[in-house]
Protein backbone atom coordinates (compact mmCIF):
# COMPACT_ATOMS: atom_id res chain seq x y z
CA UNK A 1 0.00 0.00 0.00
CA UNK A 2 0.99 3.50 -1.03
CA UNK A 3 2.03 5.80 2.12
CA UNK A 4 3.67 8.61 3.36
CA UNK A 5 4.55 9.79 6.68
CA UNK A 6 5.82 12.90 8.89
CA UNK A 7 7.44 12.28 11.86
CA UNK A 8 7.82 15.66 13.00
CA UNK A 9 4.24 16.90 14.09
CA UNK A 10 5.12 20.06 15.53
CA UNK A 11 8.56 21.78 15.06
CA UNK A 12 9.36 25.22 16.62
CA UNK A 13 12.54 27.26 15.61
CA UNK A 14 13.91 30.64 15.93
CA UNK A 15 14.29 33.21 13.20
CA UNK A 16 17.08 32.36 11.43
CA UNK A 17 17.67 28.37 12.04
CA UNK A 18 17.99 25.57 10.12
CA UNK A 19 15.02 23.54 8.99
CA UNK A 20 14.69 19.85 8.11
CA UNK A 21 11.34 18.37 8.33
CA UNK A 22 11.59 14.54 7.83
CA UNK A 23 9.48 12.94 5.48
CA UNK A 24 9.18 9.25 4.26
CA UNK A 25 7.51 7.18 1.81
CA UNK A 26 6.71 3.56 0.45
CA UNK A 27 5.14 2.86 -2.99
CA UNK A 28 5.54 0.68 -5.07
CA UNK A 29 7.17 1.39 -8.37
CA UNK A 30 8.02 4.50 -9.85
CA UNK A 31 6.93 7.74 -7.19
CA UNK A 32 6.46 11.34 -7.49
CA UNK A 33 7.04 13.33 -4.54
CA UNK A 34 5.59 16.86 -3.41
CA UNK A 35 5.73 19.46 -0.61
CA UNK A 36 2.89 21.35 -0.03
CA UNK A 37 2.10 24.39 1.80
CA UNK A 38 -0.78 25.87 4.25
CA UNK A 39 0.02 29.62 5.24
CA UNK A 40 -2.65 30.49 8.34
CA UNK A 41 -6.16 30.87 6.62
CA UNK A 42 -4.70 29.85 3.23
CA UNK A 43 -5.42 26.93 0.71
CA UNK A 44 -2.47 24.26 -0.20
CA UNK A 45 0.09 25.52 -2.32
CA UNK A 46 2.69 23.49 -3.81
CA UNK A 47 6.67 24.02 -2.61
CA UNK A 48 8.59 21.69 -4.78
CA UNK A 49 8.17 18.51 -6.34
CA UNK A 50 10.37 15.60 -8.00
CA UNK A 51 9.68 13.56 -10.63
CA UNK A 52 12.96 12.20 -11.88
CA UNK A 53 16.94 13.53 -12.66
CA UNK A 54 18.08 15.69 -10.54
CA UNK A 55 17.86 14.18 -6.51
CA UNK A 56 18.07 17.85 -5.31
CA UNK A 57 15.09 19.57 -6.00
CA UNK A 58 14.72 23.56 -5.27
CA UNK A 59 11.29 24.89 -4.81
CA UNK A 60 9.92 28.24 -3.88
CA UNK A 61 11.04 31.34 -0.92
CA UNK A 62 14.28 28.77 -0.81
CA UNK A 63 13.13 25.81 -0.03
CA UNK A 64 14.77 22.37 -0.90
CA UNK A 65 14.42 19.05 -0.74
CA UNK A 66 16.45 15.59 -1.63
CA UNK A 67 15.23 12.64 -2.75
CA UNK A 68 17.41 9.72 -1.39
CA UNK A 69 16.05 6.68 -2.60
CA UNK A 70 17.91 4.32 -0.45
CA UNK A 71 16.36 5.70 2.29
CA UNK A 72 12.91 6.27 0.81
CA UNK A 73 13.04 10.00 2.06
CA UNK A 74 12.29 13.03 0.68
CA UNK A 75 13.22 16.05 3.40
CA UNK A 76 12.50 19.32 2.92
CA UNK A 77 15.11 21.93 3.95
CA UNK A 78 15.42 25.72 4.32
CA UNK A 79 19.00 27.33 5.58
CA UNK A 80 17.56 29.95 7.03
CA UNK A 81 13.92 30.10 8.33
CA UNK A 82 11.78 33.31 8.59
CA UNK A 83 8.62 34.26 10.58
CA UNK A 84 6.66 34.45 7.46
CA UNK A 85 7.45 30.24 7.24
CA UNK A 86 5.17 29.79 10.09
CA UNK A 87 3.01 27.63 8.03
CA UNK A 88 1.53 23.81 7.91
CA UNK A 89 3.73 21.67 5.70
CA UNK A 90 2.50 18.00 4.02
CA UNK A 91 4.77 15.81 1.77
CA UNK A 92 2.55 13.72 -0.58
CA UNK A 93 3.32 11.30 -2.78
CA UNK A 94 1.89 9.91 -6.10
CA UNK A 95 2.39 7.08 -9.13
CA UNK A 96 4.21 8.53 -11.76
CA UNK A 97 1.87 7.56 -14.44
CA UNK A 98 0.56 11.48 -14.52
CA UNK A 99 -2.66 12.76 -13.13
CA UNK A 100 -2.49 10.17 -10.11
CA UNK A 101 -4.08 10.65 -6.55
CA UNK A 102 -1.89 12.11 -3.87
CA UNK A 103 -1.66 10.16 -0.83
CA UNK A 104 -0.79 12.48 1.96
CA UNK A 105 1.42 12.92 5.05
CA UNK A 106 -0.20 13.51 8.78
CA UNK A 107 1.66 17.57 8.25
CA UNK A 108 4.51 19.54 10.23
CA UNK A 109 3.22 22.56 11.96
CA UNK A 110 6.23 25.07 11.81
CA UNK A 111 6.16 27.91 14.36
CA UNK A 112 9.03 30.39 14.04
CA UNK A 113 9.53 32.37 16.68
CA UNK A 114 10.79 36.17 15.90
CA UNK B 1 -10.27 33.91 -11.62
CA UNK B 2 -7.39 32.08 -12.14
CA UNK B 3 -7.59 29.28 -9.25
CA UNK B 4 -9.83 27.02 -8.20
CA UNK B 5 -12.83 27.79 -6.56
CA UNK B 6 -15.25 26.34 -3.88
CA UNK B 7 -18.23 27.16 -2.47
CA UNK B 8 -19.84 27.24 0.08
CA UNK B 9 -16.46 27.97 2.26
CA UNK B 10 -18.72 27.24 5.40
CA UNK B 11 -21.67 24.93 6.08
CA UNK B 12 -23.00 23.48 9.01
CA UNK B 13 -25.66 20.96 8.85
CA UNK B 14 -27.83 18.87 11.36
CA UNK B 15 -27.21 14.86 11.43
CA UNK B 16 -29.26 13.55 8.35
CA UNK B 17 -29.40 16.64 6.05
CA UNK B 18 -28.21 16.24 2.74
CA UNK B 19 -25.06 18.94 1.64
CA UNK B 20 -23.70 19.57 -1.83
CA UNK B 21 -20.86 21.23 -2.12
CA UNK B 22 -19.38 22.77 -5.64
CA UNK B 23 -15.60 22.93 -6.86
CA UNK B 24 -15.04 25.03 -9.92
CA UNK B 25 -11.98 23.76 -11.62
CA UNK B 26 -9.06 25.86 -13.26
CA UNK B 27 -10.08 26.58 -16.56
CA UNK B 28 -9.13 24.16 -19.15
CA UNK B 29 -7.78 21.66 -16.49
CA UNK B 30 -9.03 17.59 -17.27
CA UNK B 31 -8.25 16.44 -13.94
CA UNK B 32 -10.39 17.07 -10.97
CA UNK B 33 -9.73 15.02 -7.61
CA UNK B 34 -11.64 15.39 -4.66
CA UNK B 35 -9.62 15.17 -0.75
CA UNK B 36 -11.35 15.24 3.00
CA UNK B 37 -9.18 16.29 5.29
CA UNK B 38 -10.26 15.66 9.02
CA UNK B 39 -8.74 17.79 11.80
CA UNK B 40 -5.35 17.46 12.70
CA UNK B 41 -4.69 14.83 9.67
CA UNK B 42 -3.34 15.47 5.64
CA UNK B 43 -6.17 15.01 3.16
CA UNK B 44 -7.00 12.19 1.97
CA UNK B 45 -8.05 10.89 -1.38
CA UNK B 46 -12.23 10.98 -2.36
CA UNK B 47 -12.64 10.48 -6.12
CA UNK B 48 -11.44 11.67 -9.43
CA UNK B 49 -12.66 12.61 -12.44
CA UNK B 50 -11.29 13.03 -15.78
CA UNK B 51 -13.52 15.22 -17.93
CA UNK B 52 -17.03 13.54 -17.11
CA UNK B 53 -15.68 10.29 -16.29
CA UNK B 54 -15.24 9.35 -12.57
CA UNK B 55 -12.24 7.21 -12.87
CA UNK B 56 -11.66 6.78 -9.53
CA UNK B 57 -13.95 6.44 -6.24
CA UNK B 58 -12.26 3.84 -4.05
CA UNK B 59 -12.02 6.66 -1.41
CA UNK B 60 -15.85 7.70 -0.99
CA UNK B 61 -16.34 6.27 2.46
CA UNK B 62 -19.41 5.46 2.09
CA UNK B 63 -22.32 5.28 -0.32
CA UNK B 64 -23.70 8.28 1.15
CA UNK B 65 -21.33 10.16 -0.68
CA UNK B 66 -21.64 10.92 -4.18
CA UNK B 67 -19.66 13.12 -6.87
CA UNK B 68 -20.43 14.12 -10.34
CA UNK B 69 -18.94 16.36 -13.11
CA UNK B 70 -21.38 16.14 -15.40
CA UNK B 71 -20.15 18.46 -18.26
CA UNK B 72 -16.46 17.99 -17.46
CA UNK B 73 -16.10 20.82 -15.65
CA UNK B 74 -17.59 22.04 -12.87
CA UNK B 75 -17.85 19.16 -10.21
CA UNK B 76 -20.33 18.75 -6.90
CA UNK B 77 -19.75 16.48 -4.37
CA UNK B 78 -22.90 15.12 -2.48
CA UNK B 79 -23.20 13.71 1.08
CA UNK B 80 -26.63 12.14 2.06
CA UNK B 81 -27.49 11.92 5.12
CA UNK B 82 -24.53 13.39 7.26
CA UNK B 83 -23.03 12.37 10.52
CA UNK B 84 -20.94 13.54 12.82
CA UNK B 85 -17.66 11.33 11.79
CA UNK B 86 -18.71 14.02 8.04
CA UNK B 87 -17.04 16.97 9.52
CA UNK B 88 -14.10 18.12 7.80
CA UNK B 89 -12.52 20.60 5.49
CA UNK B 90 -13.29 18.69 2.08
CA UNK B 91 -10.59 19.83 -0.83
CA UNK B 92 -10.33 19.93 -4.47
CA UNK B 93 -8.09 20.27 -6.80
CA UNK B 94 -7.57 20.65 -10.74
CA UNK B 95 -4.61 19.43 -12.51
CA UNK B 96 -3.80 19.85 -16.36
CA UNK B 97 -0.54 17.44 -16.07
CA UNK B 98 1.32 16.05 -12.89
CA UNK B 99 0.63 19.53 -10.63
CA UNK B 100 -2.78 19.66 -8.56
CA UNK B 101 -3.51 22.75 -8.00
CA UNK B 102 -5.71 23.29 -4.59
CA UNK B 103 -8.77 25.45 -4.05
CA UNK B 104 -9.86 26.76 -0.52
CA UNK B 105 -11.86 23.77 0.71
CA UNK B 106 -14.98 23.31 2.22
CA UNK B 107 -15.39 23.15 6.19
CA UNK B 108 -18.39 20.33 7.05
CA UNK B 109 -19.39 20.87 10.42
CA UNK B 110 -22.13 18.61 11.24
CA UNK B 111 -24.20 18.78 14.73
Known amino acids: AQSVSQHNHHVILSEAASLELGCNYS??????LFWYVQYPGQHLQLLLK??????LVKGIKGFEAEFIKSKFSFNLRKPSVQWSDTAEYFC????????????FGTGTRLTIIP | GAGVSQSPRYKVAKRGQDVALRCDPI?????LFWYQQALGQGPEFLTYFQNEAQLDKSGLPSDRFFAERPEGSVSTLKIQRTQQEDSAVYLC?????????FGPGTRLTVL
Open chain 1, 92 to 103: AGSGAFGNEKLT
Open chain 1, 50 to 55: YFSGDP
Open chain 1, 27 to 32: YGGTVN
Open chain 2, 27 to 31: SGHVS
Open chain 2, 93 to 101: ASSGYNEQF
